[in-house]
Nanobody
Framework: QVQLVESGGGLVQAGGSLRLSCARSGRTSNVYAMGWFRQAPGKEREFLVAIGWSGGSTVYADSVKGRFTASRDNAENTVYLQMNNLKPEDTAVYYC????????????WGQGTQVTVAS
């Protein structure tokens, strides 16, 4: 089992920044990659970025490329999402997820953290 806990969400003005954290615990040795997703009210869940756990390589969705940056701290078992130049359309619940090495897709999800961007 892998447990994921997101934090760092909140209310911010348009143009502002937030940094989300996702702390990982439990059986962590076989995590291949971590991902960040978001879901706005009435919309489908949207992929934002994936970050490889060992090498740190990243893949970003076009919608956030250049504004959002993912990083990880292996020693702390934590991944981060730095979000800059936030827009009202970035308002959503943000989730992190863990992709295990021996499975397809993301296997574990956090509870989510709300990000609200005021215009």
């Amino acid at each position: 089992q892998v447990q994921l806990v997101e934090s760092g969400g909140g209310l911010v003005q348009a143009g502002g920044s937030l940094r989300l954290s996702c702390a990982r615990s439990g059986r962590t040795s076989n995590v291949y990659a971590m991902g960040w997703f978001r879901q706005a009210p009435g919309k489908e869940r949207e992929f934002l970025v994936a970050i490889g756990w060992s090498g740190g390589s990243t893949v970003y969705a076009d919608s956030v490329k250049g504004r959002f940056t993912a990083s990880r701290d292996n020693a702390e078992n934590t991944v981060y999402l730095q979000m800059n130049n936030l827009k009202p359309e970035d308002t959503a619940v943000y989730y992190c997820a863990a992709d295990l090495a021996d499975t397809v897709g993301y296997d574990y999800w956090g509870q989510g953290t709300q990000v609200t961007v005021a215009s």
